[in-house]
């Protein structure tokens, strides 16, 4: 397959978990965009999957499923592959966030988190590898988060009021949890011509950022919120053919928020 600057996923198959969300419409439509056929899933079948996406080529399904659940997670696998032939391309966008102080965090929140950003990753990462090892081929793309590597953006010893409206410690550690197993699966399936790759945003202008607080917007060296396109740009990126050389990788996209 030629890695063209357009229709570079041609041919390609790919399931996005969260696609009803910023981030993961912005991938669905880039991807579209770039000939891929979508496997498009969330809580709730995804609307998108019939307004707004624009496809030249590449056909497209929108299903509904809670990644939580192991039998809801293979339903998405096996319907993809029965609908396409294939999968090559996993997306796991699919996430929840969480806000307040480690105080005040309460045990049903804490597994709520839990479930949707890492277990949930893990399982979809767990049922296409089987798929992605017998055709010798893949591309799975993990949606990590600057809050995962750097312990958080509030700065309680300045405003312990920012604590209430930026990611908390559930949020970070779940992130966190997916940047590692990014690099575990990138290690154990380089061999099958599969790559592991995440992507972590900092703050991505959308409906949970509107109460991000100014004084930490104040702190982002390119002077503004990210946006959901730019991190669907770099999902692309990843999951292209010509990005073999790629994996184990948790690639920064924070307006310089941080760097590692």
């Keep these: 397959m030629t890695d063209l600057a357009e229709g570079c996923l041609a041919g390609r198959v790919a399931l996005i978990t969260g696609a009803s969300g910023g981030i993961g ?14 496997s498009l899933a969330d809580l709730a079948a995804p609307e998108i999957a019939s307004a707004r996406i624009a496809r030249p080529s590449g056909r497209l399904i929108a299903l509904a499923a809670d990644i939580t659940k192991a039998s809801d997670v293979e339903m998405l696998v096996e319907r993809t592959i029965s609908e396409f032939g294939r ?44 798929h992605m090892r017998r055709a010798g081929y893949g591309r799975i793309v993990n949606l990590g988060s600057v809050v995962g590597k750097n312990g958080g953006n509030a700065r309680a010893w300045v405003d312990r009021r920012e604590q209430s409206k930026a990611g908390n410690i559930a949020y970070g550690v779940s992130k966190a949890g997916v940047h590692a197993m990014t690099v575990f699966l990138a290690r154990e399936l380089a061999a099958d011509g599969i790559t592991v790759n995440a992507v972590a945003p900092g703050p991505i202008a959308s409906d949970m950022t509107t109460s991000f607080p100014a004084s930490l917007k104040a702190l982002i060296p390119v002077g503004r919120l990210g946006e959901a396109s730019e991190v669907a740009e770099a999902v692309l990126f990843l999951a292209k053919e010509s990005s073999a050389f790629i994996t184990a990788e948790v690639l920064d996209i924070n307006g310089g928020i941080w760097g590692d």
């Design 87 to 130: 999968l090559d391309i996993l997306v796991n966008g699919a996430g929840v966030v969480s806000f307040g102080s480690a105080e005040t965090l309460s045990e049903a929140e804490w597994d709520r988190v839990l479930a949707v950003n890492l277990k949930g990753t893990f399982l979809t990462c767990q049922a296409v590898v089987p």
């Design 25 to 38: 419409g912005a991938v669905a439509r880039v991807f579209a965009k770039q000939g891929a056929s979508l």
